[in-house]
């Protein structure tokens, strides 16, 4: 319990510093985006990250919870998915195929940042029944 208090103490902290120093940590587009996973890509593999570059990892890997979290509606449609998340997918999982569709299509960066997380899914996880077409 107090490891995961003073992990929640320590993102709090890196969010008001970041935001009080006018660093916009905001995801608006795949260039945002990129950038921001990028650094959840570099933190992972063991290197040592700015409280900048911690503030855009830990907002890219919220952003990606939340759209996860918001898509869940779809289950409850009667039209069918164009999705097919697999059940509990790890978040860094998503953010690896997120950052792997952004990697291979940079023509699509000034796009939004929600329709390419989307895209990105879509691709990599079709409906039941669909063939994937990367």
């Known amino acids: ?65 939340a759209w996860l979290g918001s898509s869940k509606i779809w289950s409850t449609l009667a039209s069918p998915n164009m999705v097919s998340l697999p059940n509990h997918i790890p978040i860094g999982q998503v953010a690896q195929v997120v950052q792997k569709y952004l990697r291979e299509h940079p023509e699509s960066l000034h796009e939004t940042a929600d329709g390419l997380v989307f895209t990105a899914l879509a691709a990599s996880f079709p409906p039941s029944g669909q063939v994937n077409a990367k």
Do not use: P, W
């Open 1 to 65: 319990m107090k490891r995961v208090t003073a992990f929640a103490l320590f993102f709090i902290c890196t969010m008001c510093l970041a935001n009080g120093s006018g660093v916009d940590v905001e995801i608006t587009d795949g260039n945002s985006l990129q950038s921001a996973l990028a650094a959840v890509d570099r933190g992972t593999h063991g290197e040592q990250l700015s409280g900048l570059d911690e503030a855009r990892g830990f907002y890219a890997l919220g952003y990606l919870r």
